[in-house]
């Protein structure tokens, strides 16, 4: 059975710093997060495959860092400098539905699995 479980969220102050964390049961060689804001749509925020290979929302690249630990199969986001724009569910997403080409890291419907989500406020 499959399952990804994200921990991590919390509510911080603007500035501060998270990571995020999400166990997964078994490999998977495409990873990635998304965000929903509430009213908005689900956004990718960062993806990596296990070779490596990483992309980032552009507009988040330059304080969020996605990372993984293949030994333990689990995927980390590390956020830095949040803003209240930031506040959102965060979710951790797995396995390809579709031939792989690294744009589609950031794509909801590239991915099977999902995540329950993990809360993210960041107060100003």
């Known amino acids: 059975q499959v399952a990804l479980v994200e921990s991590g969220g919390g509510s911080v102050q603007a500035g501060g710093s998270l990571r995020l964390a999400c166990q997964a049961s078994?490999?998977?060689?495409?990873m990635g997060w998304f965000r929903q804001a509430p009213g908005n749509e689900r956004e990718g925020v960062a993806h990596?495959?296990?070779?490596?290979?990483?992309n980032y929302e552009y507009s988040l690249r330059d304080r969020i860092t996605i990372s993984r630990d293949n030994a333990k199969n689990i995927l980390y986001l590390d956020m830095n400098n949040l803003e209240p724009d930031d506040t959102a569910v965060y979710y951790c997403?797995?396995?390809?539905?579709?031939?792989?080409?690294?744009?589609?890291?950031?794509?909801?419907?590239?991915?099977?699995?999902w995540g329950q989500g993990t809360q993210v406020t960041v107060s100003s």
């Open positions: 990596i495959e296990d070779d490596g290979t990483i």
């Open positions: 997403a797995a396995e390809a539905t579709m031939p792989w080409v690294p744009k589609l890291g950031l794509v909801e419907a590239a991915y099977k699995y």
């Open positions: 078994r490999h998977f060689t495409y």
